[in-house]
């Protein structure tokens, strides 16, 4: 009898095991979702996004983390891969890091543009990623 429970709970564990290499493997090979076809959950100025972090993190995380927003701000640097809007204040800015295949704009850097990305949090700057360039206004 004690063979037969040792068997069956081995069993159970092998099973349990291919089970979730089987969904790890499925998670590490699903191809990387972009925010060109989402549709925004919000669109707003850059110093409106910026004074909402600013001023409570946490009611913030929950209105704008992980959501698809399009943010319309005046460009203030730009590295490669990345653009940074200013909100008129000098201790930080929205930061956008562009998706793969996104080229940086030839704009002056005091120019407008509209941006839409996926937000990933407040840490000195609001943090955008896989963004891509909407409307830029000379």
């Not at 120019?111 to 891509?132: P, Q």
Request: hydrophobic share 40%; proline share 3%; net charge positive.
């Amino acid at each position: 009898m004690r063979k037969k429970n040792i068997f069956i709970a081995g069993a159970i564990l092998l099973a349990i095991l291919i089970l979730c290499g089987g969904y790890g493997w499925y998670l590490y090979n699903k191809p990387h979702q972009g925010v060109d076809g989402v549709r925004t959950t919000a669109k707003l100025e850059a110093d409106t996004l910026f004074n909402a972090f600013q001023a409570d993190e946490n009611r913030a995380n929950g209105l704008y983390l992980g959501k698809v927003l399009e943010v319309r701000g005046k460009m203030a640097a730009q590295t490669p891969g990345s653009l940074q809007l200013t909100c008129g204040n000098a201790m930080g800015g929205i930061n956008c890091s562009l998706a793969p295949g996104q080229t940086l704009p030839k704009a002056d850097t005091s120019a407008f543009i509209t941006i839409k990305g996926r937000c990933t949090g407040y840490l000195m700057d609001v943090n955008l990623v896989d963004c891509i360039i909407e409307q830029i206004e000379q």
